[in-house]
């Protein structure tokens, strides 16, 4: 990491649950929950938890120097709503096998 750049993983407790157009697209009492400077808390939902039934592969990737490569997926009506990193860097190695959405509830 940078100095100044810290990113911090734990075992979470809480529920959280994604909704998109009334439909559950995610939910998990297990989600692991990234701390990373300058980033709303993030949480990490494991892949056994999420409809990717529902979701469709983008041609979205995005590269993180902390983290590594990030792929997307789609609704139709919301691109790139939902990422993860299949290889992350061993120092988050905890996230793969984990989606990220936007906007989860979480209670």
Do not use: N
Request: glycine share 6%; aromatic share 8%; hydrophobic share 35%.
């Amino acid at each position: 990491m940078s100095r100044g750049h810290t990113i911090t993983i734990e075992q979470g407790d809480r529920h959280v649950r994604v909704v998109h157009g009334g439909q559950v697209l995610a939910e998990t009492d297990r989600p692991l929950v990234l701390r990373e400077t300058g980033s709303p808390v993030r949480y990490y939902i494991p892949a056994e938890d999420v409809r990717l039934d529902l979701l469709t592969p983008s041609g979205t990737h995005t590269v993180c120097p902390f983290k590594g490569t990030a792929s997307y997926w789609s609704l139709p009506d919301a691109p790139d709503l939902v990422w993860a990193y299949p290889d992350p860097k061993p120092e988050v190695a905890e996230i793969k096998d984990h989606l990220c959405f936007y906007a989860p509830e979480v209670s």
